[in-house]
């Protein structure tokens, strides 16, 4: 069987490891699981698994997680923001931005059919 499974020890930057250490802290806190999406998702992919070389326009990280009611987004919302000082996008998706040093990373708030 071929193993599929990408060694990404040592090849991520020390700050991207620290920002997901953070969004894990309190993923396993609330229990909502999380994901990374958007450029950072495809570097990894293509840089560590093909040694495809990308540029960035942005140092953002992106973070999907699942809900499946409001309150779990309202309880994140309220751990990030007293206790790593994030604050409410400007935008309409509901997201959360936390700044940490050069990065700003986003938490997007991907919801199950049955939130409304």
């Not at 609330?30 to 293509?46: C, E, K, M, S």
């Not at 942005?58 to 000082?85: A, K, M, N, R």
Request: net charge negative; aromatic share 12%.
């Amino acid at each position: 069987m071929k193993n599929i499974l990408v060694d990404l020890s040592g090849k991520i930057s020390e700050t991207s490891v620290s920002i997901l250490r953070e969004i894990e802290e309190v993923s396993t806190r609330l229990d909502i699981p999380f994901f990374v999406v958007g450029a950072t998702a495809r570097d990894i992919i293509l840089e560590y698994q093909f040694d495809i070389k990308t540029r960035r326009a942005t140092l953002d990280i992106d973070i999907g997680i699942f809900i499946e009611e409001w309150d779990q987004y309202f309880s994140l919302f309220c751990v990030i923001t007293e206790d790593y000082h994030g604050y409410a996008s400007k935008n309409k998706n509901k997201s959360i931005c936390l700044e940490h040093r050069e990065y700003v990373y986003f938490i997007i708030c991907l919801r199950y059919s049955t939130v409304k």
